[in-house]
């Protein structure tokens, strides 16, 4: 009979606790608002220990790009984050895994709600990098409180420059919000390998990797999936984002310094060396297993 375990009645987007099981970059058309895109979070709803309500309907959760972001920006396609991503469309229902922009060099309005949202994630520590990549599928097993604030208290709590004025119809604006990012470790909670500890369920006295070494290991784990020439890296962004994403989902320490290492011409050209690749003008080719 805990009150924390029980149902919210409704089917509106109650503040609390959730967990993101899928998302996507979609675009949506309701009868209150033109076809625009939005980042759409699929969710389950927890209780105030961060547990899976049972019973619970799962909810969408929707953050809007902005009314014309359809000019700019449409959901993209891609196998990977450092590839070129096919362009879904301005249809309604369209969807993909990433963004594509329609005019190069196109940059978000800080006041949709897609981006306060994310000005949220950052201030509880949520990486940048990782925001970078404007990939959907990041998002998937990260929990946060949701709150819905106006613009006046997000400019008070996440130092946004939000407009304070009423709505068209006299209404006050609000977002949704991060207040709280519950599990940071679902990104980059453990070591490579623990220090007189257990991995995989068995005692190790290995020490954990840590700089050059853990951006070495990393960088093989790519070698490994761009292996032979048809799996060439056409730029340094796109091997950077390839980096990146081994990284967090390996669940690695030490972003940041890795990212240094790996964005210097100079140690990138002697790791990919190393490992019996190339590194010319910004193209990484990698051995053929």
Request: contains cysteine; proline residues 4%; hydrophobic residues 35%.
């Amino acid at each position: 009979m805990n009150p924390d375990k029980a149902l919210q009645g409704g089917s509106s987007i109650e503040a609390g606790n959730y967990l993101v099981f899928g998302a996507k970059f979609q675009n949506m058309k309701t009868d209150f608002r033109p076809n625009q895109t939005y980042l759409v979070f699929d969710t389950q709803v927890l209780d105030a220990d961060g547990d899976v309500v049972r019973g619970a309907d799962n909810i969408e959760i929707p953050f809007s790009f902005g009314e014309k972001s359809l000019e700019l920006f449409h959901p993209g396609k891609a196998d990977s984050p450092g590839d070129e991503p096919e362009d879904m469309g301005a249809g309604v229902d369209a969807e993909g895994n990433t963004i594509y922009c329609v005019e190069e060099g196109a940059q978000f309005n800080k006041s949709c709600g897609m981006m306060v949202l994310m000005e949220s994630l950052t201030k509880s520590g949520f990486p940048k990098a990782v925001m970078d990549k404007s990939w959907a599928e990041d998002y998937v097993g990260l929990k946060f409180t949701l709150a819905t604030r106006t613009g006046k208290e997000c400019n008070e709590k996440f130092g946004t420059r939000l407009s304070t004025k009423p709505a068209k119809d006299g209404g006050t604006v609000t977002y949704k919000v991060a207040d709280k990012w519950l599990n940071p470790n679902y990104l980059s909670g453990g070591d490579a390998k623990p220090k007189g500890g257990k991995a995989n369920g068995k005692a190790t006295d290995e020490p954990a990797l840590t700089g050059e070494d853990l951006a070495m290991h990393v960088l093989g784990e790519v070698a490994k999936l761009k292996a032979g020439e048809k799996n060439a890296i056409k730029s340094k962004n796109a091997l950077v984002g390839f980096f990146t994403n081994v990284f967090t989902k390996g669940k690695y320490k030490g972003l940041p310094e890795a990212q240094k290492l790996i964005k210097d011409d100079d140690w990138l050209a002697g790791a990919v060396a190393t490992l019996g690749g190339t590194y010319e003008d910004g193209v990484t080719t990698f051995p053929a297993e």
